[in-house]
Nanobody
Framework: QVQLVESGGGLVHTGGSLTLSCVVL????????IGWFRQAPGRQREKIAC????????VYADSVKGRFAISRENARKRVLLYMKDLKPEDTAVYYC????????????WGQGTQVTVSS
């Protein structure tokens, strides 16, 4: 059974930085595309960053481009999300998502980690 475990959330002031971690248990990381999503109260879940399984290519939502960076560490079976210049509108629960590169029906979500940015 594949599990995703996120950590690193917390409370930070506007302009601050945080790094989120997503560790994959029960499988190798290189078999999965990984995405970071977030959901603010009353809003739909939003995909903000993702990295492919084969070529480590990355894609970012416009709302975080230039401020967030996703990094895959296959040997350590984890994906990091570096966040800088945080804004109050970045406040949300952040989720890690994994989708098998060989079978798209095999996908998994982490439990989420809260990020709160105070003004």
């Amino acid at each position: 059974q594949v599990q995703l475990v996120e950590s690193g959330g917390g409370l930070v002031h506007t302009g601050g930085s945080l790094t989120l971690s997503c560790v994959v248990l029960g499988s190798t990381l290189d078999a999965y595309a990984i995405g970071w999503f977030r959901q603010a109260p009353g809003r739909q879940r939003e995909k903000i960053a993702c990295t492919a399984s084969g070529d480590d290519s990355t894609v970012y939502a416009d709302s975080v481009k230039g401020r967030f960076a996703i990094s895959r560490e296959n040997a350590r079976k984890r994906v990091l999300l570096y966040m800088k210049d945080l804004k109050p509108e970045d406040t949300a629960v952040y989720y890690c998502y994994a989708q098998s590169s060989s079978d798209s029906s095999r996908d998994y979500w982490g439990q989420g980690t809260q990020v709160t940015v105070s003004s």
